[in-house]
Protein backbone atom coordinates (compact mmCIF):
# COMPACT_ATOMS: atom_id res chain seq x y z
CA UNK A 1 0.00 0.00 0.00
CA UNK A 2 2.68 2.27 0.91
CA UNK A 3 4.42 1.44 -2.48
CA UNK A 4 1.34 2.45 -4.36
CA UNK A 5 0.84 5.51 -2.49
CA UNK A 6 4.45 6.34 -3.06
CA UNK A 7 4.02 5.99 -6.89
CA UNK A 8 0.94 7.85 -7.17
CA UNK A 9 2.56 10.46 -5.20
CA UNK A 10 5.62 10.50 -7.56
CA UNK A 11 3.46 10.11 -10.77
CA UNK A 12 1.20 13.05 -9.85
CA UNK A 13 4.24 15.62 -9.12
CA UNK A 14 5.68 14.43 -12.36
CA UNK A 15 2.61 15.39 -14.38
CA UNK A 16 1.91 18.98 -12.87
CA UNK A 17 5.85 19.41 -13.34
CA UNK A 18 5.47 17.97 -17.14
CA UNK A 19 2.84 20.46 -17.18
CA UNK A 20 4.36 23.28 -15.39
CA UNK A 21 7.57 22.92 -18.02
CA UNK A 22 5.27 22.51 -21.26
CA UNK A 23 3.96 26.24 -20.76
CA UNK A 24 6.07 28.26 -18.73
CA UNK A 25 8.05 29.11 -22.67
CA UNK A 26 4.83 29.86 -23.92
CA UNK A 27 3.09 31.38 -20.56
CA UNK A 28 1.67 34.74 -22.35
CA UNK A 29 -0.19 32.21 -24.67
CA UNK A 30 -1.68 29.98 -22.03
CA UNK A 31 -5.53 30.26 -22.03
CA UNK A 32 -7.47 31.58 -19.25
CA UNK A 33 -9.16 28.04 -18.88
CA UNK A 34 -5.76 25.76 -18.66
CA UNK A 35 -4.48 28.14 -16.29
CA UNK A 36 -7.66 27.73 -13.80
CA UNK A 37 -7.25 24.20 -14.05
CA UNK A 38 -3.49 24.01 -13.71
CA UNK A 39 -3.98 26.10 -10.65
CA UNK A 40 -7.34 24.28 -9.10
CA UNK A 41 -5.12 20.91 -9.57
CA UNK A 42 -2.08 21.95 -7.42
CA UNK A 43 -4.41 23.62 -4.64
CA UNK A 44 -5.99 20.25 -4.76
CA UNK A 45 -3.30 18.32 -4.00
CA UNK A 46 -1.79 20.70 -1.39
CA UNK A 47 -5.12 20.75 0.47
CA UNK A 48 -4.82 16.83 0.44
CA UNK A 49 -1.93 16.64 1.58
CA UNK A 50 -2.18 18.90 4.03
CA UNK A 51 -5.64 17.05 5.72
CA UNK A 52 -4.01 13.77 5.35
CA UNK A 53 -1.22 14.91 7.34
CA UNK A 54 -2.79 16.96 9.88
CA UNK A 55 -5.95 15.55 10.99
CA UNK A 56 -3.83 12.48 12.41
CA UNK A 57 -1.73 14.94 14.42
CA UNK A 58 -5.04 16.35 16.02
CA UNK A 59 -6.72 12.21 16.03
CA UNK A 60 -3.79 10.91 17.84
CA UNK A 61 -3.43 13.45 20.34
CA UNK A 62 -7.21 12.14 22.15
CA UNK A 63 -8.51 8.62 22.47
CA UNK A 64 -12.38 9.66 22.50
CA UNK A 65 -15.01 9.10 20.20
CA UNK A 66 -15.60 12.22 19.04
CA UNK A 67 -12.25 11.98 16.58
CA UNK A 68 -12.34 7.86 16.66
CA UNK A 69 -14.07 8.04 12.97
CA UNK A 70 -11.18 9.31 11.14
CA UNK A 71 -8.64 7.47 12.49
CA UNK A 72 -8.12 4.35 9.99
CA UNK A 73 -7.57 7.25 7.28
CA UNK A 74 -5.33 9.12 9.29
CA UNK A 75 -3.40 6.91 10.89
CA UNK A 76 -2.38 5.20 7.87
CA UNK A 77 -1.72 8.56 5.95
CA UNK A 78 0.53 9.27 8.82
CA UNK A 79 2.40 5.86 9.10
CA UNK A 80 2.62 6.76 5.45
CA UNK A 81 4.48 9.72 5.64
CA UNK A 82 6.83 8.12 8.50
CA UNK A 83 7.69 5.57 5.92
CA UNK A 84 8.94 8.16 3.79
CA UNK A 85 10.35 10.34 5.80
CA UNK A 86 11.72 8.98 8.67
CA UNK A 87 10.95 9.82 12.31
CA UNK A 88 12.57 12.26 14.17
CA UNK A 89 10.35 10.65 17.29
CA UNK A 90 12.09 7.42 16.54
CA UNK A 91 15.38 8.38 15.82
CA UNK A 92 15.77 10.42 18.88
CA UNK A 93 14.75 7.56 21.10
CA UNK A 94 17.75 5.58 20.23
CA UNK A 95 19.46 8.07 22.64
CA UNK A 96 16.73 8.38 25.18
CA UNK A 97 17.72 9.78 28.64
CA UNK A 98 15.13 10.82 30.96
CA UNK A 99 15.35 12.89 34.30
CA UNK A 100 12.84 12.64 37.13
CA UNK A 101 13.80 13.49 40.82
CA UNK A 102 15.64 10.85 42.13
CA UNK A 103 17.30 9.21 39.37
CA UNK A 104 17.96 9.59 35.85
CA UNK A 105 16.64 6.96 33.39
CA UNK A 106 18.30 4.93 30.50
CA UNK A 107 16.72 3.63 27.66
CA UNK A 108 17.26 0.54 25.21
CA UNK A 109 14.89 0.50 22.06
CA UNK A 110 13.44 -2.30 20.45
CA UNK A 111 11.12 -1.83 17.59
CA UNK A 112 8.60 -4.77 16.44
CA UNK A 113 7.85 -5.88 13.22
CA UNK A 114 5.38 -4.01 11.49
CA UNK A 115 1.80 -5.25 11.52
CA UNK A 116 -1.95 -3.69 11.31
CA UNK A 117 -0.77 -0.30 11.73
CA UNK A 118 -4.20 1.09 11.80
CA UNK A 119 -3.93 -1.00 15.38
CA UNK A 120 -0.87 0.62 17.19
CA UNK A 121 0.52 -0.93 20.46
CA UNK A 122 -0.10 -4.16 22.29
CA UNK A 123 0.91 -5.86 25.63
CA UNK A 124 4.04 -7.17 27.85
CA UNK A 125 4.20 -10.23 29.94
CA UNK A 126 7.53 -11.87 31.36
CA UNK A 127 8.45 -15.59 30.88
CA UNK A 128 11.69 -16.07 32.62
CA UNK A 129 14.04 -13.87 31.03
CA UNK A 130 12.07 -13.48 28.07
CA UNK A 131 9.73 -10.95 27.17
CA UNK A 132 6.76 -11.76 25.50
CA UNK A 133 4.66 -9.02 23.54
CA UNK A 134 1.26 -9.43 21.71
CA UNK A 135 0.05 -6.94 19.60
CA UNK A 136 -2.93 -5.25 18.64
CA UNK A 137 -4.03 -7.42 15.96
CA UNK A 138 -2.68 -10.63 17.57
CA UNK A 139 1.10 -11.14 16.77
CA UNK A 140 3.07 -13.01 19.52
CA UNK A 141 6.67 -11.79 19.55
CA UNK A 142 9.73 -12.88 22.36
CA UNK A 143 12.75 -10.54 23.18
CA UNK A 144 15.69 -12.64 24.70
CA UNK A 145 18.24 -10.78 26.69
CA UNK A 146 20.20 -10.25 24.00
CA UNK A 147 17.10 -7.95 22.61
CA UNK A 148 16.81 -10.52 19.52
CA UNK A 149 12.81 -10.53 18.45
CA UNK A 150 11.64 -13.51 16.94
CA UNK A 151 8.14 -14.49 16.41
CA UNK A 152 6.33 -16.74 18.28
CA UNK A 153 4.82 -20.34 17.23
CA UNK A 154 2.03 -19.74 19.66
CA UNK A 155 -1.14 -18.61 17.31
CA UNK A 156 -3.55 -16.52 19.89
CA UNK A 157 -6.81 -17.50 20.43
CA UNK A 158 -9.78 -17.34 17.45
CA UNK A 159 -11.65 -13.28 18.38
CA UNK A 160 -13.85 -13.59 15.77
CA UNK A 161 -12.66 -10.71 13.57
CA UNK A 162 -12.99 -11.89 10.09
CA UNK A 163 -16.66 -13.20 10.93
CA UNK A 164 -17.35 -9.26 12.07
CA UNK A 165 -15.80 -8.02 9.13
CA UNK A 166 -17.76 -10.26 6.72
CA UNK A 167 -21.28 -9.65 8.66
CA UNK A 168 -20.63 -6.12 8.81
CA UNK A 169 -20.85 -5.63 4.57
CA UNK A 170 -24.23 -7.55 4.57
CA UNK A 171 -27.82 -5.97 5.73
CA UNK A 172 -28.89 -4.58 7.71
CA UNK A 173 -25.03 -3.80 9.30
CA UNK A 174 -23.65 -3.01 6.07
CA UNK A 175 -25.64 0.44 7.41
CA UNK A 176 -23.92 0.78 10.61
CA UNK A 177 -20.83 2.46 11.13
CA UNK A 178 -17.72 0.48 11.79
CA UNK A 179 -14.99 1.32 13.73
CA UNK A 180 -12.04 -1.90 12.67
CA UNK A 181 -8.89 -0.75 14.70
CA UNK A 182 -10.95 -0.81 17.86
CA UNK A 183 -11.28 -4.78 17.72
CA UNK A 184 -8.57 -6.14 19.22
CA UNK A 185 -6.37 -7.73 22.05
CA UNK A 186 -6.09 -6.45 25.06
CA UNK A 187 -3.85 -7.75 27.17
CA UNK A 188 -1.73 -10.95 27.86
CA UNK A 189 -0.49 -12.29 31.23
CA UNK A 190 1.66 -15.49 32.44
CA UNK A 191 0.81 -17.04 35.44
CA UNK A 192 2.03 -20.22 37.70
CA UNK A 193 -1.00 -22.07 39.58
CA UNK A 194 -1.28 -25.24 40.79
CA UNK A 195 1.87 -26.89 39.46
CA UNK A 196 1.50 -25.99 36.00
CA UNK A 197 2.26 -22.58 33.71
CA UNK A 198 1.07 -20.73 31.07
CA UNK A 199 -0.47 -17.84 29.46
CA UNK A 200 -4.16 -16.17 29.38
CA UNK A 201 -4.98 -13.52 26.92
CA UNK A 202 -7.99 -11.05 26.99
CA UNK A 203 -9.67 -10.24 23.99
CA UNK A 204 -12.63 -8.98 22.25
CA UNK A 205 -14.81 -11.78 20.88
CA UNK A 206 -17.06 -11.87 18.30
CA UNK A 207 -19.85 -14.48 18.07
CA UNK A 208 -21.01 -15.10 14.50
CA UNK A 209 -24.18 -17.28 15.11
CA UNK A 210 -25.62 -15.17 18.08
CA UNK A 211 -24.46 -12.20 16.03
CA UNK A 212 -22.78 -10.42 19.32
CA UNK A 213 -19.88 -9.46 20.81
CA UNK A 214 -18.37 -9.65 24.29
CA UNK A 215 -15.00 -9.30 26.16
CA UNK A 216 -13.38 -12.63 26.82
CA UNK A 217 -10.07 -14.41 28.27
CA UNK A 218 -8.21 -17.73 26.96
CA UNK A 219 -5.84 -19.32 28.75
CA UNK A 220 -3.21 -21.86 26.83
CA UNK A 221 -0.93 -24.29 29.59
CA UNK A 222 2.66 -24.22 28.21
CA UNK A 223 5.99 -26.10 29.60
CA UNK A 224 8.48 -23.75 27.76
CA UNK A 225 8.23 -20.52 25.50
CA UNK A 226 11.08 -20.54 23.39
CA UNK A 227 10.06 -23.65 21.18
CA UNK A 228 6.29 -23.46 21.93
CA UNK A 229 3.92 -24.04 19.36
CA UNK A 230 0.13 -23.92 19.51
CA UNK A 231 -2.68 -23.17 17.44
CA UNK A 232 -6.28 -20.64 18.28
CA UNK A 233 -7.68 -23.88 18.90
CA UNK A 234 -5.00 -25.05 21.96
CA UNK A 235 -6.86 -22.72 24.01
CA UNK A 236 -9.19 -22.88 26.39
CA UNK A 237 -11.88 -20.03 26.60
CA UNK A 238 -12.38 -19.66 30.60
CA UNK A 239 -14.19 -16.43 30.55
CA UNK A 240 -16.66 -14.21 28.32
CA UNK A 241 -19.14 -11.12 30.04
CA UNK A 242 -22.64 -11.03 30.08
CA UNK A 243 -24.47 -10.72 28.11
CA UNK A 244 -23.18 -11.19 24.81
CA UNK A 245 -23.76 -7.47 22.82
CA UNK A 246 -25.25 -7.18 19.95
CA UNK A 247 -24.08 -4.52 17.51
CA UNK A 248 -24.95 -0.79 17.90
CA UNK A 249 -26.91 1.71 14.79
CA UNK A 250 -25.83 4.43 16.94
CA UNK A 251 -22.35 5.56 16.66
CA UNK A 252 -19.74 2.76 15.85
CA UNK A 253 -21.19 -0.94 15.89
CA UNK A 254 -18.28 -1.97 18.12
CA UNK A 255 -16.34 0.73 19.98
CA UNK A 256 -13.77 -1.80 21.21
CA UNK A 257 -11.88 0.63 22.33
CA UNK A 258 -13.90 1.69 25.73
CA UNK A 259 -13.82 -2.12 26.89
CA UNK A 260 -11.25 -2.44 29.04
CA UNK A 261 -10.07 -5.64 29.22
CA UNK A 262 -6.48 -5.22 31.14
CA UNK A 263 -5.54 -8.39 33.18
CA UNK A 264 -3.18 -8.80 36.14
CA UNK A 265 -2.54 -12.23 38.18
CA UNK A 266 -2.16 -12.34 41.95
CA UNK A 267 0.53 -14.51 42.30
CA UNK A 268 -2.09 -17.31 43.68
CA UNK A 269 -4.49 -18.49 40.92
CA UNK A 270 -6.86 -15.80 40.16
CA UNK A 271 -6.38 -13.25 37.16
CA UNK A 272 -8.29 -9.71 37.68
CA UNK A 273 -9.43 -8.32 34.81
CA UNK A 274 -11.08 -5.09 33.27
CA UNK A 275 -14.25 -4.52 31.52
CA UNK A 276 -15.71 -1.47 30.33
CA UNK A 277 -18.95 -0.12 29.21
CA UNK A 278 -17.84 -0.22 25.67
CA UNK A 279 -19.67 2.81 25.26
CA UNK A 280 -23.55 1.26 26.29
CA UNK A 281 -23.67 4.46 28.03
CA UNK A 282 -26.79 6.56 27.21
CA UNK A 283 -24.71 8.98 24.75
CA UNK A 284 -22.70 6.87 22.05
CA UNK A 285 -24.72 4.12 22.56
CA UNK A 286 -28.10 2.06 24.20
CA UNK A 287 -28.21 3.46 28.23
CA UNK A 288 -28.55 -0.57 29.30
CA UNK A 289 -27.98 -3.82 28.24
CA UNK A 290 -30.95 -5.99 26.33
CA UNK A 291 -33.00 -6.96 29.14
CA UNK A 292 -32.28 -4.35 31.53
CA UNK A 293 -33.96 -0.57 32.38
CA UNK A 294 -30.92 0.02 34.95
CA UNK A 295 -27.40 2.21 33.24
CA UNK A 296 -24.98 -0.42 31.62
CA UNK A 297 -22.36 0.02 34.96
CA UNK A 298 -25.01 0.30 37.45
CA UNK A 299 -27.07 -3.34 37.07
CA UNK A 300 -25.63 -5.87 38.82
CA UNK A 301 -26.99 -8.61 36.36
CA UNK A 302 -24.16 -7.96 33.89
CA UNK A 303 -20.39 -8.03 33.32
CA UNK A 304 -19.98 -4.41 32.34
CA UNK A 305 -17.84 -1.67 33.53
CA UNK A 306 -16.11 -3.39 36.59
CA UNK A 307 -13.40 -5.86 37.62
CA UNK A 308 -13.84 -9.37 37.93
CA UNK A 309 -11.82 -12.16 39.80
CA UNK A 310 -11.58 -15.40 37.59
CA UNK A 311 -9.92 -18.45 38.43
CA UNK A 312 -7.22 -19.23 36.45
CA UNK A 313 -7.27 -22.88 36.80
CA UNK A 314 -11.58 -23.61 37.19
CA UNK A 315 -12.87 -20.74 35.37
CA UNK A 316 -14.98 -19.60 37.88
CA UNK A 317 -15.47 -16.00 38.12
CA UNK A 318 -16.99 -12.86 40.70
CA UNK A 319 -17.94 -9.45 40.35
CA UNK A 320 -15.96 -7.59 42.27
CA UNK A 321 -16.59 -3.99 41.45
CA UNK A 322 -19.51 -1.76 39.67
CA UNK A 323 -19.46 1.71 38.18
CA UNK A 324 -16.82 2.05 36.22
CA UNK A 325 -16.76 3.38 32.90
CA UNK A 326 -13.37 1.75 31.23
CA UNK A 327 -10.66 0.65 33.32
CA UNK A 328 -7.25 0.39 31.16
CA UNK A 329 -4.57 -0.73 33.38
CA UNK A 330 -4.37 -3.38 37.06
CA UNK A 331 -2.30 -3.81 39.02
CA UNK A 332 -1.55 -5.43 42.63
CA UNK A 333 0.73 -3.57 44.56
CA UNK A 334 3.63 -5.13 47.67
CA UNK A 335 0.66 -5.25 50.09
CA UNK A 336 -1.96 -7.11 47.61
CA UNK A 337 -4.02 -4.12 47.33
CA UNK A 338 -5.93 -4.10 43.42
CA UNK A 339 -5.48 -0.79 41.77
CA UNK A 340 -6.96 0.10 38.68
CA UNK A 341 -6.44 3.47 36.35
CA UNK A 342 -9.64 4.43 34.25
CA UNK A 343 -10.66 6.68 31.19
CA UNK A 344 -13.14 9.31 32.31
CA UNK A 345 -14.95 11.45 29.23
CA UNK A 346 -13.35 15.11 28.55
CA UNK A 347 -12.12 15.30 31.96
CA UNK A 348 -11.82 12.73 35.45
CA UNK A 349 -9.35 10.14 34.58
CA UNK A 350 -8.94 8.04 37.37
CA UNK A 351 -6.57 6.10 39.60
CA UNK A 352 -8.91 3.78 42.11
CA UNK A 353 -8.35 1.21 44.96
CA UNK A 354 -10.21 -1.44 44.01
CA UNK A 355 -12.37 -2.82 47.18
CA UNK A 356 -14.50 -5.41 46.54
CA UNK A 357 -18.55 -4.65 46.33
CA UNK A 358 -17.70 -1.04 45.83
CA UNK A 359 -19.33 1.15 43.13
CA UNK A 360 -17.42 3.84 42.06
CA UNK A 361 -20.02 5.64 40.38
CA UNK A 362 -20.50 5.67 36.51
CA UNK A 363 -22.31 7.45 35.21
CA UNK A 364 -23.76 9.03 38.15
CA UNK A 365 -20.31 10.78 39.40
CA UNK A 366 -17.32 12.02 37.65
CA UNK A 367 -14.84 14.78 37.22
CA UNK A 368 -15.42 15.03 34.03
CA UNK A 369 -17.58 16.29 31.03
CA UNK A 370 -18.97 15.42 27.66
CA UNK A 371 -16.92 15.84 24.52
CA UNK A 372 -18.93 18.42 24.04
CA UNK A 373 -18.15 20.42 27.28
CA UNK A 374 -21.87 19.95 28.46
CA UNK A 375 -22.53 18.33 31.82
CA UNK A 376 -23.06 14.47 31.61
CA UNK A 377 -26.48 13.71 31.47
CA UNK A 378 -26.71 11.08 34.59
CA UNK A 379 -24.39 12.77 37.08
CA UNK A 380 -26.21 13.42 40.41
CA UNK A 381 -24.15 16.82 40.89
CA UNK A 382 -21.47 18.54 38.33
CA UNK A 383 -17.91 18.07 39.14
CA UNK A 384 -18.47 16.16 42.35
CA UNK A 385 -18.36 12.50 43.28
CA UNK A 386 -19.58 12.68 47.10
CA UNK A 387 -22.21 9.54 46.93
CA UNK A 388 -20.01 6.87 45.74
CA UNK A 389 -16.59 5.96 46.45
CA UNK A 390 -14.28 8.49 45.24
CA UNK A 391 -10.97 7.64 42.88
CA UNK A 392 -7.74 8.06 45.20
CA UNK A 393 -6.75 10.72 42.36
CA UNK A 394 -8.35 11.97 39.24
CA UNK A 395 -6.89 13.69 36.24
CA UNK A 396 -7.98 17.36 34.85
CA UNK A 397 -7.63 17.68 31.96
CA UNK A 398 -7.34 13.82 31.29
CA UNK A 399 -4.04 12.07 30.26
CA UNK A 400 -5.82 9.02 29.18
CA UNK A 401 -4.30 6.41 31.62
CA UNK A 402 -3.55 3.52 29.03
CA UNK A 403 -2.03 1.12 31.89
CA UNK A 404 -0.36 0.58 35.12
CA UNK A 405 1.88 -1.65 37.17
CA UNK A 406 4.25 -1.67 40.06
CA UNK A 407 7.44 -1.29 40.91
CA UNK A 408 9.32 -3.60 42.62
CA UNK A 409 13.89 -3.99 42.56
CA UNK A 410 14.31 -0.70 40.33
CA UNK A 411 15.14 1.83 42.29
CA UNK A 412 15.68 2.21 45.89
CA UNK A 413 13.42 5.49 45.70
CA UNK A 414 10.91 3.78 43.51
CA UNK A 415 10.21 -0.03 44.37
CA UNK A 416 6.65 0.19 46.00
CA UNK A 417 5.80 2.48 44.03
CA UNK A 418 2.96 2.25 40.70
CA UNK A 419 3.95 3.68 37.42
CA UNK A 420 1.17 4.19 35.05
CA UNK A 421 1.22 5.24 31.12
CA UNK A 422 -0.71 7.33 29.23
CA UNK A 423 -1.97 8.48 25.73
CA UNK A 424 -2.51 12.07 24.91
CA UNK A 425 -0.25 13.01 28.32
CA UNK A 426 2.61 11.07 26.49
CA UNK A 427 4.15 10.41 29.27
CA UNK A 428 4.51 8.01 32.94
CA UNK A 429 3.22 8.54 36.23
CA UNK A 430 5.21 7.44 38.66
CA UNK A 431 2.64 7.54 42.16
CA UNK A 432 3.36 6.95 45.71
CA UNK A 433 0.59 5.53 47.83
CA UNK A 434 0.12 4.49 51.50
CA UNK A 435 -2.68 3.79 53.24
CA UNK A 436 -4.39 3.46 50.20
CA UNK A 437 -4.40 6.90 49.14
CA UNK A 438 -2.03 9.13 46.81
CA UNK A 439 1.09 11.18 48.51
CA UNK A 440 2.42 12.15 44.78
CA UNK A 441 2.11 11.50 41.33
CA UNK A 442 5.52 12.38 39.41
CA UNK A 443 5.33 12.76 35.83
CA UNK A 444 7.73 11.88 33.35
CA UNK A 445 7.57 12.85 30.13
CA UNK A 446 8.49 10.92 26.94
CA UNK A 447 7.14 12.64 24.34
CA UNK A 448 5.34 9.85 22.59
CA UNK A 449 1.42 8.00 23.25
CA UNK A 450 1.93 4.77 25.40
CA UNK A 451 -0.30 1.22 25.73
CA UNK A 452 1.32 -0.42 27.70
CA UNK A 453 4.07 -0.33 30.85
CA UNK A 454 5.28 -3.41 32.50
CA UNK A 455 8.08 -4.67 34.49
CA UNK A 456 10.18 -7.21 33.42
CA UNK A 457 11.65 -10.00 35.39
CA UNK A 458 15.05 -8.66 34.77
CA UNK A 459 13.86 -5.93 36.71
CA UNK A 460 13.60 -3.34 34.19
CA UNK A 461 10.92 -1.14 33.06
CA UNK A 462 9.34 -1.82 29.13
CA UNK A 463 7.24 0.54 27.51
CA UNK A 464 4.69 -0.62 24.56
CA UNK A 465 4.60 2.50 22.56
CA UNK A 466 2.05 3.64 19.56
CA UNK A 467 5.20 3.68 17.19
CA UNK A 468 5.62 -0.02 17.42
CA UNK A 469 8.19 0.38 19.90
CA UNK A 470 9.37 -1.13 23.32
CA UNK A 471 11.62 1.18 25.37
CA UNK A 472 13.54 -0.84 28.00
CA UNK A 473 14.41 1.74 31.09
CA UNK A 474 17.05 1.12 33.69
CA UNK A 475 18.07 3.68 36.62
CA UNK A 476 21.73 5.40 35.51
CA UNK A 477 23.34 4.49 38.64
CA UNK A 478 25.58 7.66 38.45
CA UNK A 479 25.73 11.02 36.36
CA UNK A 480 28.66 11.43 34.89
CA UNK A 481 28.01 15.18 33.49
CA UNK A 482 26.99 16.11 37.15
CA UNK A 483 30.02 14.45 38.51
CA UNK A 484 32.55 15.62 36.22
CA UNK A 485 30.85 19.52 37.38
CA UNK A 486 31.73 18.47 40.83
CA UNK A 487 34.83 17.08 40.53
CA UNK A 488 35.91 20.57 37.98
CA UNK A 489 34.64 22.42 41.09
CA UNK A 490 36.96 20.14 43.93
CA UNK A 491 39.73 20.95 41.70
CA UNK A 492 39.22 24.15 41.40
CA UNK A 493 42.76 26.63 42.24
CA UNK A 494 41.60 30.03 43.29
CA UNK A 495 40.34 31.72 46.46
CA UNK A 496 37.93 30.35 48.88
CA UNK A 497 35.21 33.45 47.92
CA UNK A 498 35.65 32.51 44.04
CA UNK A 499 35.25 29.13 44.67
CA UNK A 500 31.80 29.66 46.83
CA UNK A 501 30.68 32.19 44.43
CA UNK A 502 31.14 29.94 41.49
CA UNK A 503 29.36 26.98 43.44
CA UNK A 504 26.59 29.52 44.18
CA UNK A 505 26.25 30.36 40.35
CA UNK A 506 26.37 26.72 39.25
CA UNK A 507 23.65 25.15 41.71
CA UNK A 508 21.46 28.59 40.19
CA UNK A 509 21.83 27.03 36.43
CA UNK A 510 21.17 23.42 38.20
CA UNK A 511 17.75 24.25 39.81
CA UNK A 512 16.45 24.04 35.78
CA UNK A 513 19.13 22.96 33.69
CA UNK A 514 20.79 19.70 33.25
CA UNK A 515 24.56 19.16 32.36
CA UNK A 516 23.92 15.70 30.56
CA UNK A 517 22.83 15.48 26.90
CA UNK A 518 19.30 15.51 25.78
CA UNK A 519 18.16 15.81 28.94
CA UNK A 520 15.91 18.68 28.56
CA UNK A 521 13.37 18.90 31.76
CA UNK A 522 11.98 22.53 32.82
CA UNK A 523 15.14 24.03 30.44
CA UNK A 524 17.51 22.44 28.06
CA UNK A 525 20.50 21.08 28.62
CA UNK A 526 23.54 22.62 28.75
CA UNK A 527 25.79 20.38 27.44
CA UNK A 528 26.98 21.33 24.24
CA UNK A 529 25.67 24.81 24.06
CA UNK A 530 28.96 26.65 23.12
CA UNK A 531 28.94 26.30 19.47
CA UNK A 532 25.01 25.61 19.53
CA UNK A 533 22.66 27.80 17.27
CA UNK A 534 20.67 29.61 20.65
CA UNK A 535 17.36 27.86 20.99
CA UNK A 536 18.17 25.36 18.70
CA UNK A 537 17.46 22.15 20.76
CA UNK A 538 14.69 19.40 21.03
CA UNK A 539 13.22 21.37 24.59
CA UNK A 540 9.50 22.09 23.66
CA UNK A 541 9.20 25.23 25.74
CA UNK A 542 11.45 28.13 24.39
CA UNK A 543 10.07 31.54 24.31
CA UNK A 544 9.44 32.62 20.54
CA UNK A 545 12.12 35.05 20.90
CA UNK A 546 14.52 32.45 21.67
CA UNK A 547 13.71 30.66 18.94
CA UNK A 548 13.62 33.54 16.07
CA UNK A 549 17.14 33.86 17.37
CA UNK A 550 19.34 33.22 14.70
CA UNK A 551 22.96 33.70 16.26
CA UNK A 552 25.46 30.96 17.89
CA UNK A 553 26.58 30.31 21.22
CA UNK A 554 30.23 31.89 21.83
CA UNK A 555 31.30 32.07 25.19
CA UNK A 556 31.17 36.31 24.77
CA UNK A 557 27.26 35.76 23.96
CA UNK A 558 26.98 33.34 26.88
CA UNK A 559 28.71 35.81 29.32
CA UNK A 560 26.62 38.89 28.36
CA UNK A 561 23.58 36.81 28.34
CA UNK A 562 23.77 35.05 31.71
CA UNK A 563 24.49 38.77 33.21
CA UNK A 564 21.65 40.64 31.32
CA UNK A 565 19.07 37.98 29.55
CA UNK A 566 16.41 40.57 28.52
CA UNK A 567 19.00 42.90 27.03
CA UNK A 568 20.62 40.23 24.78
CA UNK A 569 17.48 38.47 23.80
CA UNK A 570 14.34 40.70 24.65
CA UNK A 571 11.22 38.41 25.63
CA UNK A 572 13.49 35.34 27.22
CA UNK A 573 11.89 33.86 30.35
CA UNK A 574 15.36 33.06 31.63
CA UNK A 575 16.36 35.10 35.15
CA UNK A 576 19.48 37.13 35.27
CA UNK A 577 22.35 34.83 36.59
CA UNK A 578 22.91 36.64 40.65
CA UNK A 579 26.54 37.42 39.17
CA UNK A 580 28.47 40.09 37.93
CA UNK A 581 32.31 39.28 38.76
CA UNK A 582 33.95 39.03 35.06
CA UNK A 583 36.10 35.84 36.83
CA UNK A 584 33.00 33.87 38.27
CA UNK A 585 31.57 34.45 35.00
CA UNK A 586 34.24 33.40 32.89
CA UNK A 587 34.57 30.21 34.69
CA UNK A 588 31.07 29.40 34.24
CA UNK A 589 31.91 29.72 30.66
CA UNK A 590 34.75 27.34 31.01
CA UNK A 591 32.26 24.58 33.03
CA UNK A 592 30.06 25.34 30.06
CA UNK A 593 32.65 24.33 27.45
CA UNK A 594 34.51 21.48 29.03
CA UNK A 595 31.45 19.56 30.75
CA UNK A 596 30.37 18.65 27.09
CA UNK A 597 34.40 17.40 25.68
CA UNK A 598 34.38 15.19 29.00
CA UNK A 599 30.58 14.30 29.53
CA UNK A 600 31.96 10.49 29.78
CA UNK A 601 34.61 10.81 32.04
CA UNK A 602 34.50 12.09 35.84
CA UNK A 603 38.12 13.26 35.46
CA UNK A 604 38.44 17.40 35.11
CA UNK A 605 40.51 18.67 32.57
CA UNK A 606 43.31 21.08 33.22
CA UNK A 607 42.29 23.86 35.84
CA UNK A 608 40.88 26.66 33.74
CA UNK A 609 43.06 29.39 33.19
Not at 21 to 47: N, P, Q
Not at 298 to 313: F, S
Not at 553 to 565: A, N, Q
Request: with cysteine; net charge negative.
Amino acid sequence: MLENWTQWLAKTWARLASFGRERISGLRHISRKSLLRWMGASAILVFTLAIGFLIPYFIRLYDNPATNFVDNVGTHLAEQWQGLTGSDEQQALQTMRLSTIFTHLEGDVVALPEGDLARPGGATTSWDDHLVALTQDGRIFLINPDREVTRSGITPPDSGYEDYVEISQQPPYDAYWHNYQSFRYNDIHSFAAGGQRGLVVSYLYYDREAECYSAALARLFVDTIENAIADASDWDVIFTSQPCLPLKDRYAAIDGQAGGGRVVFDQDRTIYMTIGDFFWDGMYGPESVPGSDLPTTQDPENDYGRVVAIDVLEGTSRRVTIGQRNPQGITVDLDGEVWTVEHGPRGGDELNHIVEGANYGWPYASYGTQYTEAPLPKVFEVGRHDDFKRPALAWLPSIAVSSLTTIDGFHEAWDGDLLAGTLNGQKLVRIRTADQTVIFAEPIELGFRIRDVHQHSTGELVVYNELGQLVFLTPVTGDLAAQYVENFLDFLVDDAATINRLRTAVAQCQQCHSFSANEHGGAPSLSGVMGRRVGSTSFSAYSDEMRADNRVWTRELLIEYLKDPQTVIPGTVMPALAEDDEKVLNYVADLLYRVDANANSEEPSANPD
